[in-house]
Every structure is written in C-alpha cells, then in structure tokens.
C-alpha cells in the first residue's frame, strides 16, 4: 500500500472545533464506508462516518452487539480479519479524533454543493429521535444495497424472510426464522445463506436457484483472474456437502403453503425463461423459507442531488462513478455496492481507491487497486447476467398475490392498471394503484412493478428523502 | 433428511461461541418472553418462535420480520406505547411492552 500510511501511528488531531465541518462525510458504514474512512482518517483528512446501524460492518461484517458475548463472531464471515484490522484502525482514529464515528445515524437527505454539503441524519436505533445536520467539504457516499425481490403466492406469510435477511438476524441476533429453511430463488448469496443457516443448526431441505452457474463458471477467463472468488466458492460448496443440502438449478418456490404461517412450498422445474415446467410440481415441508433475487444498490441520497445512475447488467440501477470513484455531481464519491452490486472484498478496494482520490493521492497504490476492482467487477457483472431474472416469472403470480406488501396491492390490480388503464412504467402504475407509495417506498415491489409494467423499470426515481420520517421530524426543520 | 446427525442440537449461539450476559424479560400482548442483550425485538420474537407481530391495514393479515435489515418496513411493532417501530432495528430492554400492531398504528408519514 505505497500511497496509504502503512504504520500504525496515527496523525495528531487537529484544533478542535465543534462546529467546523468535516473535510469529508462518509454515509454508510459497511466494508466501502469503512475501508474509505479509515483510509482517509490515515491520510490526514478529518472524517464523520455516518451509519443508521450501531456498529461498523454493514452487511457482509454485521456481528452481534457485545451483550452476546460472541466470542467466535467470525463464524459467520469469511475474512473476518480484513474486517478486525480496519475496525481496530478506525477506534484508533476516533480515539485520536481523527474520525468521527456517528452511530445510529439515519441519512434521510443531502443538501448544499462541493465544499459545503450538509448531511441531514435522524438519530436513534430506528430513526425516530432528534435530529441533527453533518457539515463536511466532500462527501462519500457508501450506501450498499438491499435484497431483490420477486412476489409469488404465499411469499406475504409469515416465515418468508429475504435470505440476506435470514443471514442478517443470525450474524446480528444469533436467531433462525425456523428449524427447517427452504432457500431458494437466485444468485451467489443463497449458497452464502444456506451454509451459514445451517452451520447454526438449521435444516435445509432444497436450495433453489432459479438460474444456474454455468454462466460464468464457464468463462475460464473470468474465473482465473478472480482466485479469492474460487476460493470463496469452494469454501461454500464445501459447506454444503458437508451439512449434505441438495442444490437443484432451474428451479424456484412457486407457492408458499400455510395459514398464519409456513407450512410447506411447492417447488417447481423452471425453463430457460424461468417459466414453470407444467407437472413438475413437488411439495416440501419446512417451517421457513429464505428467498431473495440478488441485491439492488440503494440510490438515495445519491439521487435527490443529482447523481447519475447505470443500467446494470442484472437490470437494477446503480450509481455512475469513474475510476477514481468519483460520481457525476463535483465533490461525491461513491464507494461499494451504491455504485454496482460486487462483494466485501470489492466494496473494501473501491472505499480506499475513493479516499486516495478525496485526499489527492495518486500513484501506485491507485492503479494497482484499480486493475483489481476492474477484475472483480468484471467477475461480478458476469454473475449478474447468469443471475438476472428472467421474463417467465411473472407466470408464478396469480391475480390475487401481493405485489407490493405495504399497500397490499395484487398483481391483478397492477395488471389491469396496465391493460385496461394504459400504463406503460411503474410510475404510473404506481399512481393507479399504490404500488410502491408505502412504507418502503417500492424497494420490495420496485422490480416487480417495472417488469408487469413491461418498462425497463425506474427503480432509479428521485425519491425525495431517503428514509421515511414523520411529519414531527420534518416540522423541526 | 439432509441434515448432518452430529449437528442435531447446534444453535446459533453454539457457533458464534456466544456466552451472552443473564437473559431478560420482555413480553408480548402481555405474555413473557425471555431476550437476550443485544438482540434486537425481532430476534428476540424470532428466538421464542414467534414471526409475527403485526396485522396489515386493508386485510389484517399477519406479519414480521422480512428483509431483516430495516429496509422493508414489516416488522412494525409497538413497544412500549410507541407505534412503527422497525422491531429488526430497535434493541430489547429488560420490561420492554411489545404489543402487536394492528393497521397503520399511527399514520401520519410524510412520505
Ligand atoms: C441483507 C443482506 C445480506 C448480505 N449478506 C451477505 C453475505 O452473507 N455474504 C456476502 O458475501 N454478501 C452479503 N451481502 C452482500 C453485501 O451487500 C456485500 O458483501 C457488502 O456488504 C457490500 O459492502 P458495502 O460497503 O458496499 O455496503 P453495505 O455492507 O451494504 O453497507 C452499507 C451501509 O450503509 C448504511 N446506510 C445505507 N443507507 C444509509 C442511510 N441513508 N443513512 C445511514 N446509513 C445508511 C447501511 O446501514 C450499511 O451499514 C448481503 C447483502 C444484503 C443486502
Ligand atoms: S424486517 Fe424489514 S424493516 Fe424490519
């Protein structure tokens, strides 16, 4: 790491004072916010690490809270240690005033310009205390993303959790949804989520992925420029041998079974649409059932100033960032998943790749670090493709399933806004029924919605805030 | 089936070598419910067994934790008189009056 401070000695703070803003304001806390903060705290800017969680780690390092007393939370994770180092890093960096750590900080705006952005955060575990507005020169924004989902009959019952949300509880919580999951639907992280449910004692019938891995373990040249990622595939197909959990491909739930809660699903064979294959049909038993259809990046704040996105190859949006991370508004930065769906080990690079550029350093340190992340987004985009859902899906839903959980608003209804009324995109499909104005202003249906509506999808809109607050909250302003 | 015999009686806490501080009591709808420190009020329901705690405004149906991550807005709960709060999001404390919510609880979002 030639242009990053490689010892451990951490530079003296600088005068103090309260209300002076930060030279840069990282939002997100995961492996890119991370990575990024420390890197930049090191190389002598003074940083605010803003995330709505209480600890560091995001997604990928989420670990329970110390009152579990988890003595072995790197159980749950492969390299941990990439994690450990940086968070031991990032305590010195506070303790020596360098960084500011705002825990509990829910991100619900972005305003101001280049040098002089004020990040506007409600505080407490849900958001719902105080407020309080970060004034910081540059800003980096590292918000991740979310889990992709894709409605099907039943998928409202209680015991239907997303996969990154089963994985979620038990490396926070400690806690399965159930002792018998079903893990289906697609993309890398099932394989993830099934090792690690039952590495914690779970049962796990089937895996069902709707694709399956041929698509890109078929590019040898992909594969041999990416090793860690062939390690990390076998570790988790080692998992599965080892708790003997049956993977069948071209497969998907299409019905989940239960009164108040699961009971069993009905998997059935798909076809290369992903179309049910007529008289395929198998019920499975189990208590629960982890499902999810890859990730999406969270665009918000990014979008409400003005960011620029992409159309993904896996057909979600993501922030559009250039090689030095930079994004499309002057003084933003995004690091990790905002700017495209990769992994830890990516979002780590792209974070240090983000505060090399935000403190002015140039040199080795950068194009190495470049030619890696364009590597590992080159293995990542090619696992978006074979992973990508597929038109045929939609023939899992009947009239009368939910599509958008909030509202409670049936694919019958999206339907008929689309064939009797003429909606041609989920906006308007969205203003005919609902669809996507709850609470989670669409990030569950969102995907869902576009494809009825037949648009290449706006999962991009502006939505103004990017959390809901209430109307108390935004009076104090 | 497809489970390995020696892992039958593995738990979370088993794998994470979790020695955790003395359990405490929460309740829902008045019935108690022992929580962990540290947990959050969804994995603590989750820990009793139970996965929902909350019924939908336009057909009562019921539900809980879904994305497990605070994005999803589900798994609503009231604690202790407070109503919306994302239960995969708000730590358990001793005594916390988790009631299950029904409809919007109080619906007066701005967004
Ligand atoms: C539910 C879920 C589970 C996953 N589990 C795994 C897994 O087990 N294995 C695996 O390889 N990959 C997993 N992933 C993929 C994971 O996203 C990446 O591996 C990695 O965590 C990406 O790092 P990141 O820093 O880009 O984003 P993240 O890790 O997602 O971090 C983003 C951070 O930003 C914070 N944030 C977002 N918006 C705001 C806001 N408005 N205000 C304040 N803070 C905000 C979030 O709280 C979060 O801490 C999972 C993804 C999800 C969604
Ligand atoms: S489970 Fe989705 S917000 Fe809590």
Known sequence: MPTLPSDDTVPAAPDACDDAPYDLAVVGAGPAGLAAAVAAGRLGLRVALLDSAARTGGQFYRHPAPGLGARRPEALHHAWQAYADRAARLEALVAAGR??????????????????????????????????TVRAAKLLLATGAYERQLPFPGWTLPGVVGAGGAQAMLKAGLVLPGQRVVVAGSGPLLLAVA????????????????????????????????????????????ALLRHRIPVRTRSAVTEVHGKDRVEAVTVMRLDRDWRPVPGTERRIPCNALAVGHGLVPQLEPAT?????????PDGTHALVVDDRQR??????????????????????????????DIAGRDGRGRTSRARRRDRL?????????AHAPRPGWTAWLDDDTDVCRCEEVTAGQVREAVAELGARDARTVKLLTRAGMGWCQGRMCGAAVACLAGGAGDTASRRPLACPVTLEQLAED | MSRNPRDTSRTPLDLAH?????????????????????????????????????????????????????????????????????ACLVPARPGDAVTTQEGTGRADLAV
């Open chain 1, 327 to 356: 994004t499309t508004v002057t003084g933003v930065w995004s690091a990790g998943e905002s700017g495209g769906v990769g992994g830890a080990e990516l979002a780590l690079l792209e974070g240090e790749l983000a505060a090399l």
């Open chain 1, 99 to 132: 960084v500011d750590h705002l825990a509990e900080h829910h991100v619900w705006a972005v305003t101001g310009a280049a040098g002089e952005w004020s990040v506007h955060a409600a505080l407490g575990p849900d958001g719902a205390d105080q407020r309080r």
């Open chain 1, 377 to 385: 987004r080159g293995f990542a985009d090619a696992m978006a493709v």
């Open chain 1, 195 to 238: 090792g690690s449910l039952a590495a914690a004692g779970a049962e796990i019938p089937a895996v069902l992925e709707a694709s399956g891995y041929v698509g890109y373990t078929r590019r040898p040249a992909t594969l041999a420029a990416n090793p860690g990622k062939l390690a990390e595939g076998a570790v988790h197909a080692a």
């Open chain 2, 18 to 86: 979790a020695t955790p501080d003395p359990a405490f009591e929460i309740t829902l709808d008045g019935r108690p419910l022992p929580a962990l420190p540290g947990q959050s009020v969804a994995a603590a329901l989750w820990a009793a067994g139970i996965l929902s705690w909350r019924t939908t405004r336009r057909d009562g149906r019921p539900r809980g934790a879904f994305c497990g991550i605070g994005s999803c807005y589900d798994c609503l709960a009231t604690v202790n008189s407070r109503p919306n709060q994302r």
């Open chain 1, 304 to 312: 409400g100033i003005g960011c620029a996105t992409r159309l993904t």
